[in-house]
Nanobody
Framework: QVQLVESGGGLVQAGGSLRLSCTAS????????MAWFRQAPGKEHEFVAA????????GYADSVQGRFTISRDNTKNTLSLQMNSLKPEDTAVYYC???????????????????WGQGTQVTVSS
């Protein structure tokens, strides 16, 4: 059983930066694949970035490639998302998600993930 809590959201001007964090309760955090998704008003969850259980292999949506960086600290049971060069279209509620084991081919699908945080709001103004 995994409980996830996001933090770090807020209001920022276009071109600015934010760093989101997600803290997991599980002592076996290192055995979970982790990801960030986001949901804009009236839209479905959109994949943002993922990081694997073994090897910390990362994957990014084309829309954030080169601007966002996902990382994990297994010692602290923490997932992070560094967001730079933010754009108004990045405005959304951001969720962290966890899936047990290896997910090298379906890491960008919501159905892959068993556990979700409550979300944190990111608002980027023009």
């Amino acid at each position: 059983q995994v409980q996830l809590v996001e933090s770090g959201g807020g209001l920022v001007q276009a071109g600015g930066s934010l760093r989101l964090s997600c803290t997991a309760s599980a002592r076996t955090f290192s055995t979970y694949s982790m990801a960030w998704f986001r949901q804009a008003p009236g839209k479905e969850h959109e994949f943002v970035a993922a990081i694997s259980w073994i090897g910390s292999v990362t994957g990014y949506a084309d829309s954030v490639q080169g601007r966002f960086t996902i990382s994990r600290d297994n010692t602290k049971n923490t997932l992070s998302l560094q967001m730079n060069s933010l754009k108004p279209e990045d405005t959304a509620v951001y969720y962290c998600a966890a899936a047990y084991g290896l997910h090298y081919t379906d890491y960008d699908r919501t159905a892959t993930y068993d556990y979700w945080g409550q979300g944190t709001q990111v608002t980027v103004s023009s």
